[in-house]
């Protein structure tokens, strides 16, 4: 079990980094076709955020009851990814070739780009998903040596 | 560079090994970007020198506190000559390989000059790593992703204790 940090320069600094750090992960997650980037560091990016303030407030916090709710999405990154490879064979093509993609008013290009942003998206919940839920089970045993103590 | 990496498989404490680590993988992150790879440094600082280095923290702190100290064996008569001979082996082998930048090198002629002219007509995307990553290479991305998954999985049925 992680505890809330003691002292108050960390605190006050998470609080503040937290929201910059999410934000910057989102910023590589959609930016990742036009600069460096891209749904897997974005949603490492994403991920850190999370167990930063996992780290700081600890599990009980308010944060950290968010973080341990995302951990119910596990899959749902893999959904969205095998979703839009399905919906291409829906839309009469191959698995996963975005030109086929049933949506009216674009063109083929537009499609695949389209495409790229929804399954680097469905990379960057699993990434971040994965990272939360490994941080989680690596702090989980020291909950059962704390029930044994008292 | 390789300071921090000789410091990291030297160093006896085992919590200065991982911030040596964290700092290796920061100047590798520093001489992929110089080479012009910025998608591949981005990954390296981030995963490389941010999560790793938390992951690692985190199962030194759920280690017992004796564990942290190291006891090694000195290395045996058949590593030493064997693995200056395999350096060596590599050495000789990399001297055929193509010069950086090449551009007569096998990579740079089979089907990269497709990517690169096609990419932005085909996909609207500036990045060319990401619609190869993400478009013409699809299916091998979204295998990673399932590895990824079924780590994190792994990791949350042979770690977590509570039912």
Same mark, same amino acid.
């Given at each position: 079990m992680i505890r809330p940090h003691d002292s108050i320069i960390v605190q006050t600094l998470g609080r503040f980094l937290v929201p910059v750090v999410q934000i910057f992960g989102l910023y590589v997650l959609f930016f990742g076709q036009y600069g460096p980037g891209g749904g897997f560091v974005g949603g490492v990016i994403l991920g850190t955020g999370m167990i930063l303030s996992v780290l700081i407030f600890g599990h009980s916090g308010s944060r950290g009851q968010i973080a341990k709710k995302v951990l119910h999405a596990d899959g749902v990154g893999m959904l969205i990814y095998a979703g839009v490879g399905g919906l291409c064979m829906i839309g009469g093509g191959e698995f996963l070739n975005y030109a086929n993609l049933e949506i009216p008013g674009l063109e083929t290009a537009s499609r695949r780009s389209l495409g790229i942003v929804l399954t680097q998206i469905g990379v960057a919940i699993d990434v971040a998903v994965t990272a939360v839920s490994i941080v989680f089970s690596l702090s989980a045993e020291e909950v059962i040596e704390?029930?044994?103590n008292v | %560079?390789?300071?921090?990496? $000789?410091g990291a498989i030297m =160093?006896?404490?085992? %919590?200065? $090994?991982?911030l040596l680590l964290g700092s290796y993988s920061f100047f590798l992150s520093l001489v992929w970007a110089?080479?012009? $790879?910025?998608?591949v $440094?981005? =990954?390296?600082? =981030? =995963?490389?020198?941010?999560l790793a280095t938390v992951l690692f923290l985190l199962t030194l702190f759920g280690t017992a506190p004796k564990d942290t100290r190291l006891q090694r064996p000195p290395p045996s008569l058949i590593t030493l000559i064997i693995f200056p001979l395999l350096g060596v082996l590599l050495l000789y082998a990399a001297k055929d390989l193509p010069g950086f930048g090449d551009p007569n090198s096998p990579a740079s002629l089979h089907i990269s000059p497709t990517y690169l002219e096609q990419s932005y007509q085909d996909t609207l995307t500036p990045n060319v790593v990401t619609s190869v990553l993400m478009d013409y290479r699809s299916l091998d991305t979204m295998i990673e992703t399932v590895v990824i998954f079924t780590a994190g999985i792994a990791c949350a049925l042979l770690l977590r204790r509570q039912a």
């Open positions: 704390d029930s044994i | %560079m390789s300071l921090a990496r $000789a =160093v006896k404490d085992l %919590m200065s $090994a991982v110089s080479q012009g $790879a910025v998608d $440094a981005f =990954v390296e600082a =981030v =995963v490389g020198a941010g």
